[in-house]
């Protein structure tokens, strides 16, 4: 299942990418022509055929609007020919384009940036929590107490972040790409941004599932296996390794459809509910303490889907353990019998307090720089 959604998500992007690079929709240049006429209510005269043969070209309208030509033309004392601010300007224009970084080269660094940036200021010991009240007896405040006990006292509430910034830039920038490939083509074919944000969240959502599993496998590993004898010295390489001696590449991605599901509307709440405070409930308003509200609000209103996370949780365990997983169905049976429905929320607090987080730098932080 999760490799035929791997397979539509990429196919989905390649096609998004290169839409994308033909239409440019975000664009809106005026034409040389409208530069001319600028320049002629001003009182200037504009023999077209005095103008440049460039102008003719199909980039023309691009870098006339990129390097300011037709503001300069209005701008231009009386005296200054035409001919001269468009040759500058063209001149300007290509020497900025040249060195503009790609946009795709950017959000990578963007998202891979941003998601480690989250994991390492509250994601990390966020998720160990998670993982331990979701695994365990203990509640939230008892489980914190608990890992910080260890031997590496506070630190602990950091173990395996090696492996997680690793595994965070890898997964931030992923989404960042498919998220905005995704949003950009839904908005050039006349969606919503709505429907955008909705679309980009699922798409990058079953693109981080692809890195997530084998990674979330080897955290909760470590996790669960916390000072337990023989696991001493376990980090994220020799998890790893041991994993893959065990299971097999294959193993490594057992309990990947909980995961896609997990993420697919995990992001699509996440924007979606985002999206919708800041445009239909007009949060956008109040500026940047708006927007993080926006975040907030998105974040914690995706946790619907914990049980999901309950059951990914719980499969990654046993492999982690040795012990062969059973069934989601299996699971999802055993958690009700032994704790009710309510089981299936065990850890909702720490992890919507993580999705907040994430939320707010994944989603808030692009919307405010405009990205």
């Known amino acids: 299942m999760m490799k035929y959604a791997v397979l539509l998500t990429a196919l989905f992007l390649l096609q998004s990418a290169s839409a994308v690079h033909l239409r440019n929709p975000s664009h809106k240049y005026p034409t040389a022509s409208t530069a001319i006429l600028r320049s002629n209510r001003r009182g200037k005269s504009s023999d077209s055929s005095a103008l440049p043969t460039i102008r003719f070209s199909a980039c023309n309208d691009n870098w006339l609007d990129h390097a300011g030509c037709d503001d300069e033309l209005l701008k231009a004392p009386s005296n200054v020919n035409d001919?001269?601010?468009i040759h500058l300007c063209s001149a300007s224009s290509i020497t900025s384009s040249s060195s503009s970084i790609n946009p795709l080269v950017k959000n990578l660094f963007r998202g891979a940036f941003l998601r480690v940036a989250s994991d390492l200021t509250g994601g990390t010991p966020l998720e160990n929590i998670k993982l331990r009240v979701a695994t365990t007896a203990d509640?939230?405040?008892?489980?914190?107490?608990?890992?910080?006990?260890?031997?590496n006292g506070v630190r602990n509430l950091w173990s395996g972040s090696p492996g997680r910034i690793i595994e965070g830039s890898l997964l931030g920038g992923i989404f960042m790409v498919a998220s905005m490939a995704t949003k950009t083509q839904v908005v050039s074919m006349g969606?919503?941004?709505?429907?955008?944000?909705?679309?980009g969240g699922i798409v990058g959502g079953v693109a981080q599932a692809s890195i997530m599993t084998p990674s979330g496998l080897i955290f909760t590993s470590l996790s669960v296996n916390k000072d337990k004898p023989g696991h001493e010295h376990d980090n994220s390489f020799t998890v790893a390794k041991r994993l893959l001696e065990t299971n097999g590449i294959q193993g490594m991605f057992a309990g990947g459809g909980p995961m896609a599901a997990r993420q697919a509307t995990n992001w699509a709440s996440r924007s979606l509910m985002t999206e919708v405070c800041r445009t239909s409930l007009k949060l956008s308003r109040f500026g940047s303490v708006g927007e993080i509200a926006s975040g907030v609000i998105g974040g914690v209103t995706s946790c619907w889907n914990t049980p999901l996370e309950t059951v990914r949780v719980l499969m990654q365990r046993d492999i982690s353990a040795g012990v062969t997983p059973k069934s989601y169905s299996r699971y999802i049976g055993d958690?009700?019998?032994e704790a009710g429905v309510v089981g299936l929320y065990r850890g909702v607090s720490p992890r919507a307090l993580q999705?907040?987080?994430?939320?707010?730098?994944?989603?808030?932080?692009?919307?405010?720089?405009?990205?």
């Open 139 to 151: 509640g939230p405040l008892q489980a914190t107490r608990e890992i910080i006990n260890g031997s």
């Open 355 to 371: 999705a907040m987080w994430q939320t707010v730098f994944m989603v808030v932080v692009p919307n405010i720089l405009g990205v």
């Open 83 to 85: 001919n001269d601010v």
């Open 191 to 199: 969606g919503s941004k709505t429907a955008a944000a909705l679309a």
């Open 335 to 337: 958690v009700v019998d």
